[in-house]
């Protein structure tokens, strides 16, 4: 079944804590994202890919990192710098400049407890 | 960068009503996209429309591109239709990456 998927769903962190959300897709895309999405808001950037190896920091990317070191994974850490990670985490994909329609998983909701 | 507004952000319904979604943008973009955001948080893909009109099912959208706006309309709305529905785009200034418009809260009554 192909997709995107983010693992874990629900995700608990004590403060001064990393943790590491888990995005895989097996669309062959060649773009991935990560959005943060707080109670009532939009979605706001965090980083995104659009290679193998190389990634950008999008609007809000303090207290965040991420690698691309294959094709269909793209892993999120939130760092203990990051002063306010409780929220909902979006992954997303999409298949290159000349289709650039984008698609998301499921979410990973962080909580800190 | 650019500006997404959405309006309006609430909106009730009774169920069998129609209504219309409206997203306006504050340059030229390449990619306009609506999504449906259910109650468990994900975001469905209802239509890729950077110009034109498209139609699926009760659902059809009209992007006017010179005039920076884009319409949602959903006809004869059922309690499945609630949620949240959001406009984003890019543009040439954003690579591939989106801007979300802050969503329009539908809820759609029995």
């Known amino acids: 079944d192909g997709g995107i998927t983010q693992s874990p769903k629900y995700l608990f962190r004590k403060e001064g804590q990393n943790v590491t959300l888990s995005c895989e897709q097996n669309?062959?895309?060649?773009?991935m994202y990560w959005y943060r999405q707080d109670p009532g808001q939009g979605l706001r950037l965090i980083y995104y890919?659009?290679?193998?190896?190389?990634?950008q920091k999008g609007d809000i990317a303090e207290g965040y990192s991420v690698s691309r070191e294959k094709k269909e994974s793209f892993p999120l850490t939130v760092t203990s710098a990051q002063k306010n990670p409780t929220a909902f985490y979006l992954c997303?994909?999409?298949?290159?400049?000349?289709?650039?329609?984008?698609?998301f998983g499921q979410g990973t909701r962080l909580t800190v407890v | 960068g650019i500006q997404v507004e959405q309006s309006p952000p609430d909106l009730i319904l009774q169920e069998g009503a129609n209504s219309t979604l409206r997203c306006n943008f504050s340059d030229s973009v390449n990619n306009l996209q609506w999504f449906h955001q259910n109650p468990w948080g994900q975001l469905i893909n209802l239509f890729y429309i950077p110009s034109g009109t498209k139609q699926n099912g009760r659902l059809s959208a009209t992007t006017v591109a010179t005039e920076r706006y884009s319409l949602l309309y959903i006809s004869s709305s059922q309690t499945t239709d609630s949620g949240v529905y959001f406009c984003a785009v890019t543009y040439s200034g954003s690579a591939r990456q989106l801007t979300f418009g802050s969503g329009t809260q539908l809820t759609v009554l029995p």
């Open positions: 890919s659009q290679i193998v190896n190389d990634f």
């Open positions: 997303a994909s999409s298949p290159g400049p000349a289709s650039p329609e984008a698609f």
């Open positions: 669309l062959n895309h060649d773009a």
